[in-house]
């Protein structure tokens, strides 16, 4: 069965960074888009940042431009989200996706197969 699986999660003080990993096993990875996303205390799930499956193309919300920089290695299976400059509203249960679906649309959960666990970003101020 398909895993994903998110690290790198934790508690930082605002203006910090952290690093997220997802690594993804029992799939062919590069041929999957990835996508990190979201979800705040009460708030709906959204999209962070996505990038293709050779890793040429990519996107971000503009919540995260220049903040935030998503990368992947195909090689070992990962997915990064690496976060610089952070804030308490960056808080988050962050999870990584993959979705076999052509097209550079990384938006919509619906578009994505399968689906880690999440791991907790606590920003203090």
């Known amino acids: 069965q398909v895993q994903l699986v998110e690290s790198g999660g934790g508690l930082v003080q605002a203006g910090g960074s952290l690093r997220l990993s997802c690594v993804a096993s029992?799939?062919?990875?590069?041929?999957?888009?990835m996508g990190w996303f979201r979800q705040g205390p009460g708030k709906a799930r959204e999209c962070v940042a996505g990038i293709s499956w050779s890793g040429d193309t990519s996107y971000y919300a503009d919540f995260v431009k220049g903040r935030f920089t998503i990368s992947r290695d195909n090689a070992k299976n990962t997915v990064y989200l690496q976060m610089n400059s952070l804030k308490p509203e960056d808080t988050a249960v962050y999870y990584c996706a993959a979705k076999l679906a052509a097209g550079s649309d990384y938006t919509r959960p619906g578009l994505y197969n399968y689906w880690g666990q999440g791991t907790q970003v606590t920003v203090s101020s």
């Open positions: 029992r799939l062919t990875f590069s041929r999957y888009g």
